[in-house]
C-alpha cells in the first residue's frame, strides 16, 4: 500500500534562509506522481509542485524545487530565500497512476514558521 | 480567473440538524472531490464524482452524502452532524483522475461548527 511519511512536525527557520521539508513515500507501483501543498491558516491547499516518477530532472518552480531521489524514496522540498509568507502548514502527497481511484495520499504535513 | 469555490467559508449547525456545504468551479474539470480536515491533521478524502460517476471512500459514514446536478457544482450533505464532524471540508477539482500531472486544484474550504 502506498504511504508518505513526513518527519517533521515542525520547524522554525530564520528570514532569507533556505529550508528543506522532508518527504519519503513508499509504493510499488512504478509509475506516480509527486506534490507538495501548503496549507496557511487561512485553511486552502495551495499547489506548489509536482514531479512524475519518470521525470529525469527534479521539477523547480520559482523559489521552490523538489530534490527527487527515486532510488532513496525521497521527494523534498526545497524552499530557497524563505520569507515571511512562506510561514504555514506543507504536505506532501502522491498519487499511483495506475490504481483504480487514483487518489491522492497525504503526508502528516509539517508545520514551518519563518522568524524575522 | 478559473477557481474553485466554496460557499459558505464558515457554517454553524445545530447537533443533529442537516447542512449543506456547496462547491462549484469554473475549471471545466471532470473530477470533483470532498476532503474532510481536522485540526493538525492530513485531509481525508470522502468521496469523489468522475463525471457522474459517483466514488464513495470505504470508511466514509453513512451520514455523509454528496450530489453533483452539473459539471460546475457538487455538493456535500451531512445528515445528521455529529460534534465529531466539526472540521475543514475542502472541496477539489482536477481534469482528470490518473495519469500524468493531474494536479488536484482546491477551494478555501468552508469550516463547519456543530454547537
Known amino acids: 500500500a502506498q504511504k508518505i511519511t513526513q518527519t517533521q512536525p515542525g520547524m522554525f527557520v530564520q528570514e532569507k534562509e533556505a529550508v528543506t521539508l522532508d518527504c519519503t513515500y513508499d509504493t510499488s507501483d512504478p509509475s506516480y506522481g509527486l506534490f507538495w501543498y501548503k496549507q496557511p491558516s487561512s485553511g486552502e491547499m495551495i499547489f506548489l509542485i509536482y514531479?512524475?516518477?519518470?521525470?529525469?530532472q527534479n521539477a523547480t518552480e520559482g523559489r521552490y524545487s523538489l530534490n527527487f531521489q527515486k532510488a532513496r524514496k525521497s521527494a523534498n522540498l526545497v524552499i530557497s530565500a524563505s520569507q515571511l509568507g512562506d510561514s504555514a502548514m506543507y504536505f506532501c502527497a502522491m498519487r499511483e497512476v495506475y490504481s483504480s481511484a487514483s487518489k491522492i495520499i497525504f503526508g502528516s504535513g509539517t508545520r514551518l514558521s519563518i522568524r524575522p | 480567473d478559473a477557481m474553485v469555490i466554496q460557499n459558505p467559508r464558515y457554517q454553524v449547525t445545530q447537533f443533529g440538524k442537516p447542512v449543506t456545504l456547496s462547491c462549484s468551479q469554473t475549471?471545466?474539470?471532470?473530477?470533483m472531490y470532498w476532503y474532510q480536515q481536522k485540526s493538525s491533521q492530513a485531509p481525508k478524502l470522502l468521496f469523489h464524482?468522475?463525471?457522474?460517476?459517483?466514488?464513495n471512500e470505504a470508511d466514509t459514514p453513512d451520514n455523509f452524502q454528496s450530489r453533483r446536478p452539473n459539471t460546475s457544482f457538487c455538493f456535500l450533505d451531512i445528515r445528521s452532524p455529529g460534534l465529531g464532524d466539526a472540521a475543514m471540508y475542502l472541496c477539489?477539482?482536477?481534469?482528470?483522475?490518473?495519469?500524468?500531472?493531474?494536479?488536484?486544484?482546491f477551494g478555501p474550504g468552508t469550516r463547519l461548527t456543530v454547537l
Open positions: 514531479q512524475g516518477s519518470y521525470d529525469q
Open positions: 475549471l471545466n474539470h471532470n473530477v
Open positions: 477539489a477539482t482536477s481534469r482528470d483522475r490518473g495519469g500524468g500531472a493531474d494536479t488536484q486544484y
Open positions: 464524482y468522475y463525471d457522474k460517476d459517483f466514488n
